[in-house]
């Protein structure tokens, strides 16, 4: 199960398209809203979370968990004790964790991109701590993947198909939206 956390305040676009590049991947995917029952997103889009915070329990049927950026979605996000919980899980079971925009921040201050290669969206590469900074659309290192900003989320979404359904599947995906 691919686990997605919203935040009032999250970016759209960075949700919104991985998810969908992951169901269309034929991959499990819940969506997690983080204090609310109906999350809104940093423009004004409302979204009814498939459970919330006091429904997610972290397991092994965890695949991955992924945290979109946006502000102040990012910081209602590192505040969450239930998110904080799910990345702990991941980083102790050898789960994938995936993050976009500025949510890589969140990860890089509990340490966990130190030595390895991140991106994120600019001006938040102080808290990559360890890290050594791409500036790429996406970057994949073991198991951290980790996304620049709205401009790479379906880019971001389709590499984390092709980690958990595999490179034909997402190449399938790919054509089906037609990305060049």
Do not use: W
């Amino acid at each position: 199960m691919i686990y997605v956390f919203l935040a009032n305040g999250f970016e759209e676009t960075e949700a919104i398209a991985p998810i969908d590049i992951l169901r269309r991947s034929e991959l499990d995917v819940k969506t997690v809203g983080i204090g609310e029952e109906v999350v809104v997103s940093s423009h004004g889009v409302a979204m009814i979370p498939d459970i919330t915070e006091v429904d997610f329990v972290p397991s092994d049927d965890i695949d991955m968990i992924v945290l979109p950026g946006g502000m102040p979605g990012t910081l209602n996000l590192e505040k969450s004790r239930t998110v904080q919980d799910a990345i702990d899980f991941c980083a102790k079971n050898d789960k994938y964790i995936a993050a976009i925009c500025a949510a890589p921040s969140i990860i890089g201050k509990k340490g966990l991109l130190e030595g390895k290669k991140a991106t994120c969206f600019p001006g938040f590469e102080q808290f990559l701590e360890g890290a050594e900074y791409t500036g790429e659309g996406v970057v994949h290192d073991g198991k951290i993947i980790t996304g620049k900003g709205p401009g790479a989320a379906i880019e971001f979404g389709l590499k984390l198909s092709e980690i958990l359904a595999g490179t034909p599947k997402a190449v399938k995906v790919k054509a089906s939206l037609q990305c060049s």
